[in-house]
C-alpha cells in the first residue's frame, strides 16, 4: 500500500525523449523533496535529479543538464522525469526516491524502471 509506483520506461533511439513518472500511494510526498537516481549494469547508483517539496527549486547531476527537466505534481502525488536528447549513456534503470523526511517519513523506493537508449 505504502509504495512508489514508477511508470515510462523502455526503449529509444539516440536523441529521443521519454517521459517517467512516480506516483506515490499510501503517503504524501508534497511536503519533501523527491529525487531520481539511475543505475547501469556495473555502475553504482547516481542521483540524477532533485526536486524540493514545492517544485521551486531543482538540481541535476551534469551529465542531464540541459536534457532532463524533473517536475512534480503534489496534487497528484505524482514527480515526473522528462528526457530528452537521450544518449546511449543514459541506459539504465531509473529509481524514484523519496528521501528520508523526519520521524514517520522513511527512505523509499520505486522497483525501477529500465530506459535503454540504442540505435
Known amino acids: 500500500q505504502v509504495q512508489l509506483v514508477e511508470s515510462g520506461g523502455g526503449l529509444v533511439q539516440p536523441g529521443g525523449s521519454l517521459r517517467l513518472s512516480c506516483g506515490a500511494s499510501g503517503f504524501p510526498i508534497s511536503s519533501r523533496p523527491m529525487t531520481w537516481y539511475r543505475q547501469a549494469p556495473g555502475k553504482e547508483r547516481e542521483l540524477v535529479a532533485r526536486?524540493?517539496?514545492?517544485?521551486?527549486?531543482?538540481n541535476y547531476a551534469d551529465s542531464v543538464k540541459g536534457r532532463f527537466t524533473i517536475s512534480r505534481d503534489n496534487s497528484k502525488n505524482t514527480v515526473y522525469l522528462q528526457m530528452n536528447s537521450l544518449k546511449p549513456e543514459d541506459t539504465a534503470v531509473y529509481y524514484c526516491?523519496?528521501?528520508?523526511?523526519?520521524?514517520?517519513?522513511?527512505?523509499?523506493w520505486g522497483q525501477g524502471t529500465q530506459v535503454t537508449v540504442s540505435s
Open positions: 526516491n523519496a528521501p528520508h523526511y523526519g520521524v514517520g517519513a522513511p527512505e523509499m
Open positions: 526536486i524540493s517539496g514545492t517544485g521551486v527549486f531543482t
